[in-house]
Structures are given as structure tokens and as C-alpha cells.
């Protein structure tokens, strides 16, 4: 799973890249919730940006932010940054708000030790607030302020936008985090439920051009930005069974699907499931089914 860039985010919302996007100063753009999530748009997928993300997000949302599940009704302020991964779901029709993204560059000067020291952005750091009615009106605001800012040609625009997502910052800090978290019943739980459906995103395979590229339990401790070791516990004290062992069962499924509906070669295949050799795709599709995998086939098709 790779980061979503600046460039991948305007070419899956707009499926076009904005003329400012390489500014010396760093790059800043703010939009319209209801303009980017309409009923057609693209689920949002569950990995790291190489971008800051503020967002007033109104009605029953859920996110999954690293090992953590937050589910919020009303107005919620929610902070993102290109350290951990996340995903968010709508649980209502009513979309509304506001969001910005902002390069590390944007800004030039630092904040106190820098953004990455910030409460909301540090690990284990949390990223919501939930807001009041006057509260919302107070974000809201400051975002139209932005959006009448960012189509001006006011020739210091960006300076008093950095202000803006300055105030932002520090209304949130003055507030306290919300930490209300979904029905995992506790971090356990959590992480391992979002380290399924880390490993879910990665199938099915559908063509032989694509690769798996998540197949040990340290690449997905870094997704999910928590100690390998932690991991392992959570997972094996929730499933009962290892890290290691829940990758190769699902790997052995998809390989069966494979060898069972595609006529795709077996190289082809092992290449997809992140095999460098053939060799070591056999051996172990026959450690975990006790068959090779050209017997496989054949015994599918007898």
C-alpha cells in the first residue's frame, strides 16, 4: 500500500492536477466537504499521506486512525498528518463541512518545536474534537475565511492563510480531544480489527501486473504505526493465533482462488502474492495445503 500523495489526491477527487501545486512556499488548498464527497465519489482508503489534513466534518462519522476507531455524531474537528494512516466513513447522508491540506513546507516558520510536537499530531496523540453548535460556527468561519482567501489576489494570501490554520490549531488545543471510541471493547480489539482490514485492502488480486506488497508483520506495524511486538500481543491474545499465521491463511486463499479460477501461470501468481521465486511459492502453498500448487489445479479441475 503506498502513500497517497498531493498529486494522487487531485487526480482521484478532480482527476486533474491544480497549476499551483509545486509553489515554492509550500502547498495549501481548502475545499468544500459536500464538493469533494458526493454520492459518486471514491471510498476513502486507509493508508498515510505525504500531507497535513484539517477537517470539520458534521453528522455520524467513523474513523480509523492507526490502532484507534472513533465514532462521533455532530460536528467534529479532526486533525491528520502523513505519520499515520487513516480512513473515515460516512454513517449519515448529511456530508457537510469543511477540510484543508497543507505540505510540511507551507509552513515556513515553526510552531513552538514544530508541527509534528503538537498534541494532535504527535503518536498516540488524539485527533478529534468534537465541537458545540457555537463552536462549529467559530471553525466554520475561520474555513470561509480561507476559502475567500485562497481565490484572491491578495499577493500575501498564504501568510494570513497560515494564520488562519494557526487559529485552528489553537482552538483545538484549548479544547479537550474526544475519546470516544467505537465498539471494540478495548485496544486489543481495536488494533486487531484494523489490521484485518489492512489486510483485506490488499485483495482480491485481480490482474498479474499486481503485486502484494504487505506480507511480514513488521510491514504492517509500520502501517499502522505501533511496535511490531505490540502487534503480535494484540493479535495473538485476541485471535489466538499469530501475526505471521493470519497473513500466510489469507495468502493461502487467495493463492487457491487464483490456481482455481485464473489461468494465470504459476509464476505469475507467485509474483502477485510477493514471491521473488517460484520455488519459494511452492514451498509454501505445500506447507500450508500439504499439495503443490500445480496439484492444486490439477485436482480442481480433475
Not at 118 to 146: E, R
Not at 258 to 276: D, P
Request: hydrophobic fraction near 35%.
Amino acid at each position: 500500500m503506498k502513500t497517497e500523495t498531493i498529486e494522487d489526491f487531485y487526480r482521484i477527487k478532480f482527476d486533474r492536477l491544480p497549476g499551483n501545486l509545486n509553489q515554492e512556499t509550500g502547498h495549501f488548498n481548502v475545499f468544500r466537504l459536500e464538493d469533494c464527497h458526493g454520492p459518486n465519489a471514491r471510498p476513502v482508503n486507509y493508508s498515510r499521506r505525504d500531507f497535513y489534513k484539517i477537517s470539520l466534518i458534521r453528522g455520524r462519522n467513523r474513523y480509523h486512525y492507526a490502532d484507534k476507531s472513533v465514532e462521533i455524531s455532530g460536528s467534529t474537528l479532526m486533525f491528520f498528518n502523513p505519520n499515520i494512516p487513516y480512513t473515515w466513513e460516512s454513517l449519515s447522508e448529511d456530508k457537510t463541512g469543511f477540510f484543508c491540506i497543507f505540505s510540511k513546507s507551507f509552513f515556513t516558520e515553526k510552531i513552538r518545536g514544530g508541527l509534528g510536537d503538537l498534541p494532535m499530531y504527535a503518536p498516540g496523540g488524539s485527533p478529534a474534537y468534537k465541537l458545540d453548535a457555537d463552536q462549529d460556527k467559530h471553525v466554520s468561519s475561520i474555513f470561509l475565511k480561507m476559502l475567500e482567501e485562497i481565490n484572491s489576489d491578495y499577493a500575501f494570501k498564504m501568510d494570513l492563510i497560515r494564520n488562519y490554520v494557526t487559529e485552528i490549531t489553537h482552538f483545538a488545543l484549548k479544547s479537550r480531544p474526544t475519546e470516544t471510541l467505537y465498539h471494540h471493547p478495548d485496544a486489543k480489539s481495536r488494533i486487531t480489527a484494523v489490521f484485518t482490514e489492512l489486510l483485506e485492502r490488499q485483495f482480491p488480486i485481480e490482474r498479474p501486473g499486481q503485486r502484494l506488497t504487505m506480507r511480514s508483520a513488521k510491514d504492517y506495524a509500520e502501517q499502522l504505526a505501533v511496535h511490531v511486538n505490540h502487534l503480535n500481543r494484540a493479535i495473538k491474545e485476541s485471535t489466538g493465533k499469530t501475526t505471521t499465521l493470519l497473513i500466510a491463511e489469507r495468502l493461502t486463499s487467495e493463492a487457491k482462488a487464483l490456481l482455481k479460477h485464473t489461468n494465470w501461470n504459476i509464476s505469475e501468481i507467485a509474483y502477485s502474492l510477493g514471491f521473488e521465486d517460484p520455488a519459494h511459492f511452492n514451498n509454501f502453498f505445500k506447507k500450508h495445503t500439504l499439495l503443490t500448487p500445480s496439484r492444486f489445479r490439477n485436482n480442481q479441475a480433475a
